[in-house]
């Protein structure tokens, strides 16, 4: 990935503004990009797919595209504030649909319970907090039947577990670039069933002789200059994965988390968010001390170079949902690059700094 960008960056220029060869380049690069998007998350046309800057951005855009002042708005109690805070901001009526952690078939009744009257639903596919996998298909059918427009935050499955944009028919999917898709940071994708509102508007290159927007995807809602060098790294990503056996980067993740979270199991003073093997949980894993607030025990973690996060990880709604909201958790996210041997060290460093005074 860091090959693609720096070659994109010293090669291209951008898409739609020139006939010459970095501009050619530029255009290839971010097309091919897209076709790839398309079939690997199987939307019929690649216009379909358009890029943006972070999944918040693309969050922003399908949800007002689809919620005015008002609408009730069902979300599942395990919510980013990438989606909340901008239905608050429009004036939605937010219903969130809670359930019990790693219950997928609770999950499933509290949106069949929320959803008459609903102008629309959000739904991740799974916590940035938990690593809990909302059951997506199931919610995606309930909206289906009631005739809901459905928005699904994939931040944290794209890349990771299945997603079939046509099979689902969520009206919108959104995804990061730099999380499962391997790509960098500064890079997003919108997944889109119809056209969809546009949040920037500006130059696409294209009918520039028009006072508004085109009408037609993805320049509608992609103005102004593409970050070409991180397509270029996205495009590297998404082609790595695409070599993989189905269901590899998942399988790798569980795998790492349930090693250590056996291990971390005997340290008495830890609290485990684990749904214990059962298949409902990503590689994510969130954990609370008992003697140690999270941010404390994160910095100290930081010190013997385990990487973690602390606190609230932008999604209060899940917490509230889980009953952490006042203390938080320190969450360990595992990769695709993570071996056993890594997470083993993890643990013993994590008794070794509980031990401490």
Do not use: W
């Amino acid at each position: 990935m860091p090959a693609a960008v720096a070659h994109a960056i010293t090669t291209m220029a951008s898409p739609g503004r020139g006939c010459h060869a970095p501009a050619m380049r530029a255009a290839d690069t971010v097309l091919n990009c897209r076709e790839l998007l398309a079939d690997f998350f199987n939307v019929p046309s690649p216009e379909q797919v358009v890029f943006t800057c972070n999944a918040t951005h693309a969050l922003n855009i399908a949800i007002r595209s689809l919620v005015s002042p008002g609408d009730r708005v069902v979300v599942s109690g395990y919510e980013h504030n990438s989606v909340t805070r901008p239905l608050y901001d429009l004036g939605a009526d937010v219903v969130v649909a809670r359930s019990p952690l790693f219950d997928q078939g609770a999950a499933v009744e509290a949106f069949r319970a929320a959803l008459p009257g609903a102008r629309c639903a959000v739904c991740t596919h799974v916590s940035n907090v938990f690593g809990f996998i909302l059951p997506i298909e199931k919610i995606a059918a309930l909206c289906r039947e009631t005739g809901v427009p459905l928005i699904i935050d994939a931040s944290q499955s794209a890349g990771t577990l299945p997603l079939n944009f046509t099979a689902l028919g969520a009206d919108f999917i959104a995804m990061p670039g730099h999380k499962g898709l391997l790509g960098p940071q500064g890079t997003g994708v919108l997944l889109c069933k119809n056209l969809g509102k546009p949040l920037l508007c500006g130059g696409t290159g294209s009918n520039s002789a028009l006072p508004g927007m085109p009408d037609f995807l993805p320049d509608r809602l992609e103005a102004g200059t593409h970050n070409v060098a991180g397509i270029a790294g996205l495009y590297a990503g998404v082609r790595y994965l695409t070599a993989l056996p189905a269901g590899a980067v998942l399988a790798h993740e569980q795998a790492l988390l349930a090693d250590f979270a056996q291990r971390a199991a005997l340290l008495p003073e830890l609290t485990l968010f684990y749904d214990g093997g059962r298949g409902a949980q990503s590689g994510v894993l969130s954990l609370c001390s008992a003697h140690m607030d999270a941010d404390r025990l994160a910095e100290k973690l930081g010190d013997a170079d385990v990487c973690v996060r602390a606190g609230l990880h932008c999604a209060p709604t899940a917490h509230e949902t889980v009953g952490t909201l006042e203390q938080g958790t320190v969450r360990l996210s595992f990769s695709p690059f993570n071996t056993v041997g890594e997470t083993r060290r993890a643990a013993a460093i994590f008794k070794k700094v509980l031990s401490e005074p």
